[in-house]
């Protein structure tokens, strides 16, 4: 695949929904792929222009039906995978046993779970496709760069939990936070909740407003108890809200830590900025100054801030992404360069839109 | 001044700023007040149709510079002082001086500190009006509305005090969440930032973002240490931070707490709302029913709700109100009221506008 | 109905979108008035305050079906109709036919057209309540104040409509502007486009954009072209686009005319403020100075602004409304109070909250 | 400057306004370009970063004052001059006097009117540098291509102009319509008003409203009139209204025309169809299909839309732009490509960031 010239051959499967359209802005200027396949059920038999208007002045495959899907004939290189939660796991299994050497995105938290038993308390039934479920890597690319290389099927991490993450698990690796006494207070925009039309997303009943939701028991939570668990070799449970914020795009976490062996907020700043000295989607920003979502919105970028908490010991960490980009769409494209072996930065390089 | 029929004369001074319009808004259909002064320095020969179009059906005063203002002349039954601080304390010390008859509610920061030592270090300078600093009672109504009946000088709390202590004070009076264990993240709207005309303030550097500001060091802290120490009957700090939504009005604290004593969140519940259960402007949810700021927006009300976290022993705590009407001008017409033996609600009893 | 202390029982019939919500806001506090009955089919057996949060402090009755509806038994003095088209001809019919003391208003479009060709073309099918139709006052309260006194059904107008015929009428019947030569371009907030869950209205779709949209085509034409004709004593068509703003309430309509007989846009402004001089809800600002909707917002006040084109002979007007309240339900309770002789301004006189 | 591997030293005056940072945005990843200077007066001495916290992961220049600049060592390919009016007109005279192999692609108004008189009477005083005046290529690349590419000052056109002549040009160049009954009524984003800190812009003050502003008087209208006027090949005035949407950027313009010679509006399509079949940034849809700001947000393109209006013989055009792009900085940078001998797309070919 990594030959100069050649382009591999890509399908988005669930191109109606935002996802997917942030796959293919960011796939239609990726210099090595040609997207060669669409689906979207109900709109089947239309152009993406109808679904998407800013598509219309490119060229693009037809919207398809996943049903009538030839996954051998395809020859995908790579799907990545946009679906509602639950049809994934079967259109994942089915597409990986017909056409075994296409390789797999997943942007749903279908795979995220290592743990069968996990996976079905959060989510109310069994796995329907459990050795998958094991085989799959998980996809914060930062932390799984090289397991991510070798994989063949990539769960990309959720919005909320990858601004977590990864503000968070340089600290618990080095042992540096109490892991007993975390508190994320998340935010995001509108598109994290999706293309459903559901009264509470209608504009006006959004806009011109800010609420928690979810409080004490939202699913992302499942996820970063696996993951933060693992960085700190120990059980971490943490208490997190999210929140939705009148904008199209960004999650800010707002994170309250404590250092552990007397680490000081600079202490957690310097272990932070050399955790990602050399990442070029992480960036974090001079002590005490703290990230906006805007400035990162249409971006691949994670920027992190610290600054000290008034109360001795404590510290205030900030993250920022854009949900769709380094939250969805822009870390799957990151994980697809990996597993294809090109650049990691390729095609997800664009600067934020700002204003 | 409660008689039937007489109208109270009221001046508000610093008309140009949002709480100044907010208070013009309420003051104008309120039916026992009449506005007879209106300043604004820099506008001053203006009509206040001129610096807010909204009012230009009704007849008002025009706006004057406070210089000229002949106090005693005026006769004024009470102003309220909307202006910045530190311009605040010198006029209203003169005010006060010149007219003895006039109340004052001072929606600036200058009288909330009652400590003259807490003021000095917070704002940098001895205060310029120590005899009413000691006088100045604090002005949240549901606490302290018997000192307030009496009282010459209120010093209306601050947007995000307000919200948090409306949340807290309850508990702490009980004993019933750790004093040391209070992380408190609030939100607001853009409009508590004032009318001023600052770059960071423009629409476009606004809107479609989000992010946190005066982490560690917001000044608002040391009202709520103030406060929060009274209700617990020994120091408290807590975790304060305040972040920016791209809305005009609203804030949304979401506090997280321990209970004591094995006090449950349910437990949190009950108590904050028998705590409220006659007063008109603060409504708690049932439990698990966590407020959102647009169903309280042009209102005097605030909204609380209590969650479970999943952690034992631990409940989030949401309240949300409007922070020009129950956050400023609102609790500062319910606190004339209060001051002019009118009915707590006349004037401010809106329901929400929403959507 | 008029004795001082009696309060007329009122009822909302489709209390779950926008305009019912809006009635109930004006009328819980109208202090004539009791609401009686609050109907919802898809909600029936909930309280309102599942349905809009923000009535959560206040005592309403529970949602009902309008299928079980007493009508007889109810006795209600008014009805206010907010239902969809179509279903609303039905519903009055029957209430109407049962319960022939009780007066309605109606917000839909279904009872606007009086010419029963007119609307079997705009709605492609006849009228299911022909007699109806025809005893119909149409609700345009500054025009037709004598005959909705009397009236026992009133169409109340439509947001876009209401909006520019305020600016345009006393120009027609003047014949002081060309009525072939008519543009207006106007545009609206979201709540125009009601509650319910599309796609389309979801606030990543309108947020950050704009759009026109039922170019050339949009219904609300028939009622501009009916009331346009009867004012100019002829047949007036024209030219209309509806836009979408990304804000919740407020209508502008920029209109462009050219003046009739060397009248200059000078004139044309006497002519209107002459128009509306002791009108308690339209306000015509100084010449050359224009409306912002913001000014207007949930109040049920009209602006209207005229400057000159830098076109001989051609004025642009401006008018600015917030059209949930007196573009709809605010001009519903205006049209009650008629109707029941009450104060026309009796519990829809809030001063516009801005910001 | 056109060899294969060489990159232009490029200069941007004026890199602390929005156009400044747009341009900054699409030059960092224009592959041929290199940014040698930033000046911006006022933060001189500072890191881009601390202007515009989304370019803190690049390496860029420090902003420097334009006095202290050596042209002549500098030895830029090319200067954005992206300062106020006024200023611009000395700093380019100078500019180009000391470096005469720089080009300049000018995004003030300055260089925009050939005509000196006109100069004069739209902005009060006499041209600061007439010779200039005179040199100056019009910038709408799609109309002025050929000149563009020998130029060594290129005026690059308005925002609301490029809007509207996109749509008009190749149909008043056609004398397909009545270039005497034209209406345009524009609707802008905030970036359209820059970044200067003023009470108007405010979010409180934009936020959730809508208003039209320049009523009869925009200094634009000489842009168009002298344009539209060569397009004509006779003197051509149109109504042109601005106004501005809560909305960070896109420009629509709803233009109103008359067919001549009847012609329809799918005559007017098609003539527009074909004037733009091979442009790479003009994209005109299906005929009655109107385009959307947000399709076109962050990207180079215009999308065009003609519709029939009701009465015969009218058409509805509607184009969408983003205000900073094409409107202003990619069309710059696409001048730029134009004037150096690059590809025209090269760098400005971002897919639209929606939603």
Redesign the interface.
């Known amino acids: 695949m990594s030959a100069q010239n050649t382009k591999a051959k890509i399908g988005i499967l669930g191109a109606s929904g ?1 996802t997917g ?1 942030e796959l ?2 960011l796939l ?2 990726h210099p090595r792929v040609e997207i060669a396949l669409l689906t979207a059920d109900r709109r089947a038999g239309k152009p993406m222009a109808d679904v ?7 060229v693009l495959p037809t919207l398809t039906a996943i049903e009538g899907a030839d996954w051998q004939a395809l020859a995908l290189d790579l799907a990545f995978c946009a679906l509602p939660h639950g049809t994934t796991q079967k259109v994942v299994a089915d597409l990986m046993a017909r056409a075994p050497a296409t390789k797999v995105v997943d942007l749903s938290a279908d795979f995220r779970l290592a743990d069968p038993t996990s996976y079905a308390r959060w989510y109310g039934h069994e796995h329907f496709a459990p050795a998958l479920q094991k085989e799959a890597v998980y996809g914060l690319t930062e932390v799984y760069r090289q397991k991510i290389k070798a994989a063949r099927l990539v769960a990309n991490p959720g919005c909320y939990t990858t601004c977590a993450q990864l503000a968070l698990i340089p600290l618990l690796k080095a042992k540096a936070i109490d892991p007993d006494e975390i ?1 994320i ?1 998340a ?1 995001s ?3 994290g909740a999706g ?1 459903a ?3 509470e ?13 979810g ?3 939202h699913r992302h ?1 499942s996820e970063l108890d696996q993951e933060f668990s693992l960085a700190a070799g120990r059980e971490v ?1 943490v ?1 997190f ?1 999210p ?1 939705l ?6 999650i ?1 976490s ?1 994170i ?1 830590v404590r250092g552990l062996d007397k680490a000081s907020p600079e202490d957690l700043h310097v272990l932070l900025a050399k955790a990602y000295a050399s990442e070029p989607f992480v ?1 974090v ?1 001079p002590f ?1 100054t ?10 691949n ?1 994670t ?1 992190v801030g610290v ?5 001795d010991g ?1 510290a ?1 960490i ?1 993250s ?1 992404l854009d949900n ?1 980009t380094k939250g969805a769409s822009g870390q799957a494209v990151q994980n697809m360069n990996v597993m294809l072996g090109y650049p990691e930065t390729m095609g997800i ?7």
Do not use: W
């Open positions: 935002y359209a293919a802005r239609i200027r998407f208007p800013q598509f219309a002045p490119y508190v207070d935010k925009g509108m598109t293309r039309a559901k009264e997303m209608l504009f006006s009943e959004v806009s011109e407003g800010f609420h928690a939701y409080v004490g028991h939570m449970i208490s809200t929140h914020v009148p904008m199209n795009r960004g800010l707002t309250y960036h920003l005490r703290m990230p906006q979502t805007r400035h990162v919105r249409g971006s970028m920027f600054a000290a908490d008034r109360i404590r205030i900030c920022a769709l390089d664009q600067v934020a839109l700002f204003p």
